[in-house]
């Protein structure tokens, strides 16, 4: 683990760049390549807590698109991530493998990242969660879509493989959860980030928009709801830290949806005191709107993690704490 | 350096060991007359045994060690259901203010009283004319004669509400007013007074669940020897504010532990069906949220020694979670605390009216986000 002060010398460092990339880049800056540059992967193999947390955050936080997911899950996949390995994701609020096998014809369908585009090879994750397989399928058996929806800018693609099962390996049961644990952290780290923005934008325009003859942050409607999104934030901040301290898929998951609700609640709130302005395309705002909106549903929908987890409790009967002093 | 996942191990060892000598000689939630008894029984026997003095300091008669070490038992016995939390945690808003204000022998002298179960305190802060606005009490000091900085008697006179425990109390922290009327937080000054002080009448108010946990307390002309004053005087807003932290860290977590005991015994009883899990998979989520805030929260403290307006995070999170808890009860068990006349239906029926005050009390919800606004947003004055 880094210390406090490395710590943010790294935070400095890598929120700087990302900035520095968008602000040059006219438009589609490659933020791969600052990450890279950054020395991500070694980052991510030595201090991958650390890492994850800093980069995800840092690209919630300047709604920078990056295909860094795709590492963190064929990391904790047992694979050695590398530029031209495409993961394929589950489909939108799902969350169980995306493939399945079917004697020697392997047929998936997910999210990925734009890294599917350019990627020579896809790992695909088949069967069920108590018997999965891994196979790496050559990027030329998969159709990959850019999927525009609500936030084209996100680069996410619908991938569909139908390809050849040949060199799967049997995946130890423990290990697919963990890497949906990962991606799940990474993921709320991202929109913990993007939370944080929005409350900054809505939090200055309320200092600065005069109304009635004062800054509307005097009125204490508007105080009230901002008052509601840090709530939300710091809520979703002390959850991803129980699921860094006491990793495991249930804090990990608590902490995905967590930060689905938080998206919801600060991107509500923020955008009722933005009012007009957040409403246009002038402003910034709706670029982080469109973004939690899209990465809400990766890794599993707040709504369907809440769900399954409920349905555990009561199956059960019992209740665990998770987290102890 | 004490190991605290040991020492819950060998807590939770000896609670179970002597669970048959602990446990409610009542089905929950019996009367408030039966939680006091329970609860002054449990101290004693925690006492006997020695686990009431871990985490106090030794100099009233605790055995040091960390804080944290209060919680945890506050905690464990909550999760167990041999206390309520909310009576056995008000140690944790009492006991520090003695320790930290009151003349040194006078604190070696009551505290160990407090823990051992032998006495019961109050705490006189709220007014008809101050809750949410505190510092404008009115409750009134004066020196029984010649000046403020040499009586050796002080007399009061004036009222406070809200009073909880107040009937079964033995001793009050009272707030009152020593400077004038407009001095608002800076002439206030803190004093321990003997609720068997001629001129203290308590009468107690019924609260919606039909329980008077609460009172009103009058002051007629009630004399206090200057000894008793808590911290400087004219500096009870700082006694005041002392007790925040150990309010928003332990009694909290004490909460959460009782709130987790209680979404358990709901789990074993509600339908096994999708509606139903969403339901609960919500309360949990939030406990989980508030949970997690809370340890954080309370390792702060430890670290650093203050924790400040950030806990008004904490406070929100709590009267949420709770709220949402007993509303998970009421949505799933229909009729249960509308109609059930069961003693089940009792238990939940008094608490579900009771976590109503949940965003009133310990300052409410919006003077919560009040200070959230002004103080973590910074977004300047609301006038």
């Not at chain 1, 991500?40 to 947390?53: G, T």
């Not at chain 2, 060690?65 to 009576?87: H, I, N, S, V, W």
């Not at chain 2, 020196?143 to 107040?166: C, H, M």
Request: glycine share 8%.
């Amino acid at each position: 683990m880094i210390d406090t002060h490395e710590r943010a010398v790294m935070e400095e460092t890598v929120r700087g760049a990302i900035a520095d990339a968008l602000a040059t880049a006219r438009e589609g800056a490659n933020i791969d390549a600052v990450l890279a540059q950054l020395g991500w992967l070694k980052m991510l193999d030595d201090e991958p807590d650390d890492a994850i947390d800093i980069v995800f955050r840092a690209l919630g936080a300047a709604n920078a698109t990056a295909t860094a997911l795709d590492d963190v899950v064929a990391s904790a996949l047992g694979q050695k991530p590398r530029a031209d390995l495409a993961v394929l994701l589950p489909r939108f609020a799902a969350w169980d493998p995306p493939g399945r096998i079917d004697a020697d014809d392997l047929q998936a369908e997910g999210l990925a990242t734009g890294r599917a585009a350019t990627a020579r090879e896809m790992l695909v994750v088949c069967g069920t969660e108590s018997e999965p397989w891994s196979v790496i399928a050559s990027t030329t058996v998969a159709d990959v879509q850019a999927v525009r929806g609500v936030d084209p800018d996100a680069g996410l693609r619908a991938v569909r493989v139908h390809g050849s099962a040949a060199g799967a390996t049997r995946l130890d049961p423990a290990v697919w959860p963990k890497a949906v644990a990962l991606g799940r952290r990474a993921v709320a780290y991202q929109i913990a980030g993007a939370g944080r923005t929005m409350l900054d934008l809505a939090r200055t325009h309320a200092l600065e928009r005069v109304q009635f003859g004062r800054p509307i942050a005097r009125f204490q409607a508007v105080r009230h709801r901002l008052a509601d999104a840090l709530v939300a934030v710091e809520a979703l901040e002390a959850a991803l830290t129980a699921a860094r301290e006491e990793p495991n898929p249930d804090t990990a998951a608590l902490a995905k949806a967590v930060a689905g609700r938080t998206a919801h609640t600060v991107a509500r709130h923020c955008q009722q005191v933005l009012a007009g302005i957040g409403f246009t395309t002038e402003h910034s705002f709706h670029r982080f709107l469109m973004r939690v909106l899209a990465f809400e549903g990766i890794f599993g929908s707040a709504d369907a993690i809440v769900l399954d987890i409920g349905r555990r409790l009561l199956a059960e009967r019992r209740v665990p704490t998770l987290i102890e002093l | 350096m004490i190991n605290l996942a040991d020492y819950r191990a060998e807590l939770h060892a000896w609670l179970e060991a002597n669970h048959d000598e602990l446990a409610p000689r009542f089905a929950p939630p019996g009367t408030l007359d039966d939680r006091v008894i329970q609860m002054r029984r449990v101290k004693s026997i925690l006492f006997d045994a020695g686990w009431m003095q871990r985490g106090w300091p030794e100099r009233v008669g605790g055995r040091g060690g960390p804080p944290m070490l209060r919680t945890e038992l506050g905690a464990a016995l909550a999760a167990r259901g041999l206390t309520d939390p909310g009576l056995f945690s008000l140690i944790e808003v009492l006991a520090p203010t003695i320790i930290d204000f009151a003349p040194p022998e006078l604190a070696a002298e009551v505290v160990p009283r407090l823990l051992s179960g032998a006495e019961l305190w109050c705490q006189g802060f709220s007014e008809p004319d101050a809750g949410s606005d505190l510092a404008s009490l009115r409750c009134h000091a004066a020196p029984e004669s010649g000046d403020a900085r040499t009586a050796t008697k002080w007399v009061i006179n004036g009222q406070k509400v809200w009073t909880s425990l107040a009937q079964f109390s033995d001793r009050c922290v009272l707030l009152t007013r020593t400077g004038p009327p407009d001095s608002r937080h800076r002439g206030i000054t803190a004093f321990f007074v003997d609720m068997r002080t001629p001129g203290i009448t308590v009468v107690p108010l019924e609260m919606l669940n039909g329980e008077l946990e609460f009172a009103e307390v009058f002051f007629a002309d009630v004399v206090v020897s200057a000894d008793r004053m808590l911290g400087e005087l004219n500096g009870g807003w700082a006694v005041a504010m002392s007790i925040l932290p150990y309010e928003r860290s332990s009694c909290f977590w004490q909460r959460i532990a009782f709130l987790y005991r209680r979404l358990q015994r709901l789990v074993e009883v509600a339908p096994d069906d999708d509606r139903a899990a969403e339901i609960v998979g919500d309360a949990y989520l939030q406990l989980h949220a508030l949970r997690a805030r809370s340890r954080a929260t309370q390792h702060r403290l430890a670290e650093t020694g203050t924790i400040g307006a950030e806990t008004s995070i904490d406070k929100v999170l709590v009267a949420t979670a709770e709220q949402t808890t007993y509303d998970a009860v009421r949505r799933l068990l229909p009729g249960m605390i509308e109609m059930d006349d069961s003693v089940a239906g009792e238990m939940w029926r008094s608490e579900y009216l009771y976590s109503r005050a949940a965003t009133i009390y310990g300052g409410t919800a919006e003077v919560q986000r009040n200070i959230i606004a002004r103080r973590l947003l910074e977004l300047g004055s609301d006038e």
